[in-house]
């Protein structure tokens, strides 16, 4: 049974990660342009917005973030100790530049999966504006945050979280893995890193290796080729000369979105978006 996009909750659950480019502030956009189907795929799931805004029978969600995946499979399959120990960050004491650094520094040591995790969650609220960042060896190097307070915790948002996804296959894949595994029901949506606004440098650093225009390019081909396949994509990005070009054949909606989680202050602000529809 194909089932309405759009979540029948009155309002959706929020991500309990901060991730840029975020979908929370467009979900209205996303999810009204959203074909039917009975199972969404995401290749990037990133914090999850469009996952919890919808309303699909099932998911299949991929990232190439081995770390976020990670954490979102111990918050399913081991959620009561994750949450035991991720609290315990979320004190006084955490908040300092040392505390951080040292915590940052066992993260990219660690070898156990839930300390790991509970370390992610606490350097993704304490670092600096959401930023998910590694150096070229593989190694998270965001900088502390300095928050004026101690976060409060998702509790509410990691229990509505686990709840939704037992729904849902979650995956540590490449983008274009997760996308050729979709068959006939299936609805893709793509939330890559963005392309560069027409003018302007953009943060694509999600990993150790990026995301450039060949794998932007990637991407579009393999819309297009599920698309003839029958299989509806939606792609979103910034609505710059470059993604229309990509887009070419499309169905283009662009819309205005403000951005506040950034690396810097001349990337937040309002920006032009688009949401390019192949079916």
Not at 85 to 105: C, G, I
Not at 175 to 182: D, G, I, L, P
Request: charged share 25%; with cysteine; net charge positive.
């Amino acid at each position: 049974m194909q089932k309405h996009p759009a979540s029948q909750a009155a309002k959706p659950h929020k991500p309990f990660l901060k991730w840029v480019g975020g979908k929370s502030r467009v979900l209205q956009h996303v999810t009204q342009r959203l074909p039917r189907g009975r199972r969404l795929v995401e290749p990037f799931v990133g914090g999850g917005a469009v996952f919890l805004g919808t309303d699909f029978e099932e998911y299949l969600l991929g990232d190439s973030n081995a770390h976020l995946i990670e954490l979102y499979q111990e918050v399913v399959h081991r959620r009561d100790a994750f949450i035991e120990l991720a609290q315990t960050f979320f004190d006084e004491n955490y908040r300092s530049s040392t505390s951080y650094a040292s915590v940052r520094a066992a993260f990219n040591k660690e070898p156990d999966s839930v300390t790991r995790s509970a370390q992610f969650l606490y350097l993704n609220k304490f670092g600096f504006n959401g930023l998910c960042r590694y150096n070229k060896a593989g190694a998270f190097n965001v900088p502390y945050g300095h928050p004026v307070r101690v976060p409060g915790f998702p509790l509410k948002e990691i229990l509505a979280f686990s709840e939704k996804a037992k729904r849902a296959t979650f995956t540590n894949d490449d983008f274009a893995s997760v996308m050729k595994r979709a068959q006939a029901g299936d609805v893709v949506y793509c939330d890559p890193p963005y392309l560069d606004p027409d003018g302007a440098k953009c943060f694509t650093a999600y990993g150790a290796n990026g995301f450039d225009l060949t794998r932007q390019q990637e991407l579009a081909r393999l819309a297009k080729e599920l698309a003839l396949r029958g299989v509806p994509v939606v792609v979103s990005n910034h609505d710059c000369r470059a993604a229309r070009e990509l887009y070419a054949g499309a169905e283009i909606h662009a819309f205005s979105a403000r951005r506040s989680i950034s690396g810097t202050s001349v990337r937040r602000g309002v920006v032009g978006e688009l949401l390019a529809i192949f079916r």
